[in-house]
């Protein structure tokens, strides 16, 4: 008897997890672009870039959940320097001549936190409306540079106007935060499998390069986000 009392519970115990928890994959597409609140600088064109990872979202009732999870995702955009600014690499310190644009190309490891409401199951689709904060830490920091370029010594790089695949990790700041807003649906398959569509707009609060007043850039750059991501729900 208390066998049959053991089986019942763990299988009771069993089957509110499986309702309470639920995860997957996810990837999709981001379209990026700077903000700035300097005259020194103009943000130019966006950037295409890509996410993937995986999820988890744990039922806090019927109708709302927390959703969390681990992306990798590419972001950046164009900024057009009115000014003169220097440029920390990998390779050695970057003086730009005035009215050179810089390409930033960066890869993040991001965890968001998110609420998530969710309608009843109508047909076989659930809507759902999502609004929560996304911590992301710096992986990657590449960046073009298009105009003169000075090297070391403030010496012309000969004959070069445009620097490809720099490393400026230096230049960027490792960490930053952000909020995101958005909604999408959620397509059952039966059972708890599903696939799920969504649409975000992601804005970050903290600045994405480093402020050095001897580097003659001061200049506060934020960054904001498109994204869609399609995955599957297990």
């Not at 972001?75 to 690499?89: C, Q």
């Not at 001897?214 to 960054?223: A, C, K, L």
């Given at each position: 008897?208390r066998?049959?009392?053991v089986?019942?519970?763990?299988?009771?115990?069993?089957?509110?997890?499986?309702?309470?928890?639920?995860?997957?994959?996810?990837g999709?597409?981001?379209y990026?672009?700077?903000?700035?609140?300097?005259k020194?600088?103009?943000?130019?064109?966006?950037?295409f870039?890509?996410?993937?990872g995986v999820?988890?979202d744990k039922?806090?009732?019927?109708?709302?959940?927390?959703s969390t999870?681990?992306?990798?995702?590419g972001?950046?955009g164009d900024?057009?320097?009115a000014?003169?600014?220097?440029?920390n690499?990998?390779?050695?310190?970057?003086?730009?001549?005035?009215?050179?644009?810089?390409?930033?190309?960066?890869?993040?490891?991001?965890?968001p936190?998110?609420?998530?409401?969710?309608?009843?199951?109508?047909?076989?689709?659930?809507?759902?409306?999502?609004?929560?904060v996304?911590?992301?830490?710096?992986?990657?920091?590449?960046?073009?540079?298009?105009?003169?370029?000075?090297d070391?010594?403030?010496?012309?790089?000969?004959?070069?106007k445009?620097?490809?695949e720099?490393?400026?990790?230096?230049?960027?700041?490792?960490?930053?935060?952000?909020?995101?807003?958005?909604?999408?649906?959620?397509?059952?398959?039966?059972?708890?499998?599903?696939?799920?569509?969504?649409?975000?707009?992601?804005?970050?609060?903290?600045?994405?390069?480093?402020?050095?007043k001897?580097?003659?850039?001061?200049?506060?750059?934020t960054?904001?986000?498109?994204?869609?991501?399609?995955?599957?729900?297990?």
């Amino acid at each position: 008897m208390r066998k049959i009392i053991v089986i019942i519970i763990l299988a009771y115990s069993i089957q509110v997890s499986a309702q309470k928890y639920g995860g997957g994959l996810e990837g999709g597409f981001i379209y990026s672009w700077f903000f700035t609140d300097s005259k020194k600088a103009s943000t130019e064109a966006g950037r295409f870039n890509f996410v993937y990872g995986v999820f988890m979202d744990k039922n806090l009732t019927d109708n709302f959940t927390f959703s969390t999870g681990l992306n990798i995702l590419g972001t950046g955009g164009d900024i057009l320097y009115a000014e003169s600014i220097k440029m920390n690499t990998t390779d050695g310190l970057y003086t730009l001549d005035p009215n050179s644009k810089v390409s930033y190309r960066l890869r993040y490891l991001e965890t968001p936190f998110s609420i998530k409401g969710r309608t009843q199951e109508i047909g076989y689709i659930t809507y759902f409306a999502k609004v929560g904060v996304s911590p992301m830490l710096l992986i990657q920091s590449r960046a073009d540079i298009e105009g003169h370029v000075l090297d070391n010594n403030d010496a012309p790089i000969t004959d070069i106007k445009m620097q490809q695949e720099l490393n400026i990790k230096n230049d960027i700041n490792f960490f930053n935060i952000g909020f995101h807003i958005g909604g999408g649906i959620e397509y059952s398959l039966g059972g708890s499998t599903a696939i799920i569509a969504e649409l975000l707009y992601t804005n970050n609060f903290l600045d994405v390069t480093k402020d050095k007043k001897d580097y003659n850039n001061q200049i506060s750059v934020t960054n904001g986000m498109v994204v869609f991501k399609a995955g599957i729900k297990f």
